[in-house]
C-alpha cells in the first residue's frame, strides 16, 4: 500500500472513533424503559408509585443498582420500601436494561431527585 492509502485509513480510523456511540441518556432511559409509568415523567410520583425524592439520603449508589437490580428482593429487607406495599397496587418489577443504560440511569436519579 502506498503512503495515500495509509493515510485514508489513518483518516477513517479517527473518524470512526469520533462515532462511537454516546453514552445513552439517563432521563430518556427512564422514560424509555417504563419507570415513568409509575413514578410520571419528572418522577413526582403517580398512583402506582411514590415520588422520587431525596434519594442520595436513602440510597448509595450501589444500593440503589442493587435495588434496580432485584427491587421485589430489596425491598422485602428494607423496612421503609416494605411499609409501600399496602399502598401501591404492584411491588416495583424489575426492568430490562444493559449495564450502559443502569449507569446513565442511577446518575440521572441521584441528579434529579437527590
Ligand atoms: C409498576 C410500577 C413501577 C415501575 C414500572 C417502577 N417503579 Fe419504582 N417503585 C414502585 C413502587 C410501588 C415503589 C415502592 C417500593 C416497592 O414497592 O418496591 C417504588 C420505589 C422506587 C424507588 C424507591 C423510592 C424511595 O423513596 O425509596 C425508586 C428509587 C424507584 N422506585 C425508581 C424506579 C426506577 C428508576 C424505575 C425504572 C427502572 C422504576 N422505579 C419503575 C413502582 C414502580
Redesign the pocket.
Known sequence: MDLRAWLVLGVLGLVSLGCETPPPDGRA??LT???????GNT?AG?S????????ST??TIKQ?NA??DN??A??EK?E???K??D?????????Q?NDPQ?DA??AY?FEK?P
Open positions: 432511559v427512564f424503559v417504563g419507570c415513568a409509568r409509575c413514578h418522577g403517580e402506582l408509585g411514590p415520588p422520587l425524592e431525596d434519594l436513602k440510597f440503589m435495588f434496580l427491587p421485589i430489596y425491598a428494607d421503609r420500601l416494605s409501600w406495599r399502598e401501591y397496587f404492584t411491588p416495583m418489577p424489575k426492568l436494561m443502569r440511569l442511577v436519579l431527585h
